[in-house]
């Protein structure tokens, strides 16, 4: 781990270049970097990327895949109402189980009443952890029954959560949220699938824009009548089961005599009409950002036309001018033999078909095998290398406040590289370690 001076790109980026030139990784030879969309690292002429590129123009910078998709997720979920005020009654009823321990041995004893067949927990969601926001919304409406019970009996204690208590019971009365939390569903769960996929680590470029239209293509078929009609069925069953209180339109506000003119302004009259526009207008928005952020960058751009190349075998000389590794001529050749023998539709296509091949034949597509790599390292998502940021936490606790940034560093070399540790021969170790000192031979003896 590194400390640079200051958090700017230009510091940043210098420290990632010292680090290269220390470890002999030759800059010649880099071919991808992703960040998050933090200004300093992804910046277009400041950023980490961009002095990088001046350096490497052929270091492709791809926006981090799982951080492209939890801002679609966030910038969808605030921009609508009926959503934004559903997620943030769940997340204030997370943090009210998570800081009473009245309320939850309460939840727990009325869900066991109930004969539940599983009592899960009530979390708040978590900005930081991507993958949770789906569960702890499932969470609150598979139990919305027991909730509402033990909401309902601390509003009537003396506990210091009974105000927090009875105003969240007169907002999951509504059936307004249920909505809200039904809507949420329906887009949060294909983007959660697409966030934990793309933070696989053997996960390509191509494939990760073949999954981002997956899922593009499954809002698109969510966005329709039916669809809407459905949720609507669902919220109105759960109100009269759970005795909610009917579905009304909020108070219109009459605009200003300005923006209408002599003409009466448009109001909803049917909690339908009211709500229909704000489920389109979040599958939409959905849909847009993630054309926007997956299709807009230079480097997906070159990427997709070296993508081109290999399923086609057209070659485009002025893309490829600048790769010193490759032949042109050499390319051209093997790669039409390549595809006529085995024709291919994705990268991952041909991956297999060349680990197929024996030493020999292999050796004969080197100009192509040389194209997949360049592809194959160009990384999609920055989450696996952020895991190590992560772990810090539980690293470095307020018992180590003494640890020296070398401990540090060792510690979380060996928690990163866990499967390489577990094969290290302990007994060797000891014996290292007792062959220091004359003093450790004769507490420990010689092993």
């Known amino acids: 781990m590194y400390d640079p001076p200051e958090t700017s790109g230009k510091a940043i980026a210098t ?10 990784l030759p800059l010649a030879m880099l071919r991808g970097q992703t960040y998050d969309g933090a200004a300093n690292m992804s910046g277009i002429y400041n950023g980490c990327q961009a002095i990088v590129r001046e350096s490497q123009p052929l270091a492709l910078f791809v926006h981090c ?14 921009a609508v109402p009926v959503v934004r005020d559903a997620i943030g009654v769940i997340q204030e009823l997370g943090a009210v189980f998570a800081s009473s321990i009245n309320c939850r041995t309460t939840f727990a004893r009325i869900a066991a009443d109930s004969d539940a067949a599983h009592v899960r927990k009530i979390r708040p969601l978590c900005p930081t952890r991507w993958l949770v926001r789906v569960d702890a919304i499932q969470a609150a409406m598979d139990q919305y029954e027991q909730i509402l019970d033990t909401l309902q009996e601390l509003s009537a ?17 509504n059936t307004s949220l249920v909505l809200g939390l039904h809507i949420a569903l329906i887009v949060l769960k294909p983007l959660e699938l697409l966030n934990r996929k793309l933070q696989s680590r053997t996960e390509s470029v191509a494939g990760m824009l073949e ?22 069925e669902k919220c109105s069953s759960a109100a009269v089961e759970l005795g909610l209180k009917p579905m009304k339109l909020p108070r219109a506000r009459k605009p200003p005599a300005r923006h209408t003119g002599p003409a009466a302004a448009y109001a909803a009259t049917t909690p339908v009409e009211y709500f229909k526009p704000q489920y389109f207008e979040i599958v939409d928005l959905v849909r847009s950002e993630l054309e926007a952020r997956f299709s807009g960058s230079v480097g997906l751009q070159t990427y997709v036309k070296l ?17 010193n590794e490759l032949n042109t001529d050499d390319l051209e050749v093997q790669l039409a033999m390549f595809l006529r023998v085995n024709p291919v539709n994705k990268l991952s296509e041909a991956v297999t078909v060349l680990r197929g091949m024996s030493a020999d034949v292999r ?7 040389k194209l997949v790599r360049i592809m194959l390292v160009c990384p999609c998502s920055s989450a696996e290398a952020e895991r190590s940021f992560s772990s810090l936490r539980r690293l470095k606790t307020w018992l180590r406040s003494t640890m020296t940034q070398a401990r540090l560093n060792c510690v979380a070399v060996c928690h990163s590289h866990q499967e390489l540790l577990d094969a290290v021969d302990i007994v060797k170790v000891m014996r290292e370690f007792v062959s220091f000192s004359d003093s450790r031979s004769i507490v420990f003896g010689r092993l």
């Open 307 to 323: 993508e081109n190349i290999l399923l086609t075998g057209l070659i485009d000389k002025d893309l490829l001018v600048s790769y």
């Open 211 to 232: 999954c981002v239209q997956t899922v593009s293509n499954e809002l698109d078929s969510l966005r329709s009548d039916d669809t809407f009609n459905e949720i609507m």
């Open 157 to 173: 204690s003396t506990s210091h959560v009974s105000v927090r208590a009875q105003g969240l019971y007169g907002q999951l009365q």
């Open 363 to 369: 050796s004969m597509f080197a100009q192509v095998e």
């Open 15 to 24: 420290c990632v270049l010292d680090v290269l030139l220390r470890l002999q």
């Open 65 to 78: 895949g799982a951080h492209c998709v939890n801002l679609v997720a966030q910038n969808a979920c605030s």
